[in-house]
C-alpha cells in the first residue's frame, strides 16, 4: 500500500505541471490584455490582443516652422507693405500690449501665418501716420503685401472695408475656398466716440 501511494503520489506530481500551467497561460491570455505602450508624436499607441489602436495626432502647428526675425527685442512672422499708403513694418508674432505700441501684430489664422486660409493683423490707428494711422485711406483694389520670414510675399488685393464692433470676430472663419486672405483690423477714426473697429479685407491675387 505505501509502495502504491507513493506512485498515485509520483504520478500526480509527474502531470500536475503539464495540466496546470497551460490552464493558467490561457487564463492570463482571457484577464489580461497585451499591452505595448509607445509614444507616437505625443499620443499613445496600445496594442490589445494584436489588434492596434493608434489616437489621432494633432497636426502640427504650421507657424512653429516659421524662422523668427526680432525686431526691438520681439520675435516677428514677417513683414507687411502696404505702397498706397507707404506702410512697410514687421508682423509680431502675437498681440500684446506692448507689442501693438511697437508695430503691427498676428492676432488670428484659420490654418497658420500667411497660409490658405485666412490671417488676421492687428495695429494701432494713432491718427498722426504712425502703425495703423493711415489704412483708412485705403480703398478697393488696392494692394496689401504679405512677406512670411524665409518665402516669397504674398500679393493680396482689398474686395471689402466695413466697420463693426470691437466684438465682432464673425468674419475671422470665412471661407476662402482654398485661397491666402488678409484681415487688417484698426480703430476707427473716431475713437473718441465709438470703439468700433475698421476691418479690411483683401484676397490672394
Do not use: W
Not at 497551460?22 to 509614444?39: C, F, H, M, N, Q
Not at 507693405?81 to 501684430?105: F, G, H, M, W, Y
Not at 524665409?150 to 476662402?176: C, L, M, P, V
Amino acid at each position: 500500500m505505501i509502495k502504491f501511494f507513493k506512485n498515485k503520489k509520483g504520478i500526480v506530481m509527474t502531470f500536475f505541471p503539464v495540466m496546470v500551467l497551460p490552464i493558467i497561460y490561457i487564463s492570463t491570455l482571457v484577464t489580461e490584455p497585451i499591452i505595448d505602450v509607445g509614444t507616437n508624436n505625443g499620443s499613445i499607441s496600445m496594442e490589445y490582443d494584436n489588434i492596434v489602436v493608434t489616437p489621432p495626432v494633432e497636426e502640427k502647428n504650421p507657424d512653429e516652422e516659421i524662422p523668427i526675425v526680432k525686431y526691438k527685442g520681439y520675435d516677428t512672422f514677417g513683414e507687411l507693405r502696404i505702397p498706397t499708403i507707404d506702410l512697410k513694418q514687421k508682423v509680431i508674432s502675437s498681440v500684446t500690449p506692448d507689442a501693438i505700441e511697437i508695430s503691427s501684430a498676428y492676432l488670428y489664422s484659420t490654418d497658420g501665418f500667411n497660409r490658405p486660409g485666412n490671417t488676421v493683423i492687428i495695429g494701432h490707428n494713432y491718427r498722426n501716420g504712425e502703425l495703423f494711422s493711415n489704412v483708412t485711406k485705403l480703398k478697393i483694389g488696392d494692394k496689401i503685401y504679405l512677406k512670411t520670414n524665409g518665402q516669397d510675399e504674398i500679393e493680396y488685393t482689398i474686395y471689402k472695408i466695413f466697420e463693426t464692433s470691437s466684438s465682432d470676430a464673425s468674419f475671422y472663419n470665412r471661407d476662402t475656398a482654398g485661397k491666402r486672405e488678409i484681415t487688417l483690423s484698426t480703430c476707427t477714426d473716431d475713437v473718441e466716440v465709438t470703439d468700433n473697429r475698421l476691418i479690411i479685407l483683401g484676397k490672394e491675387k
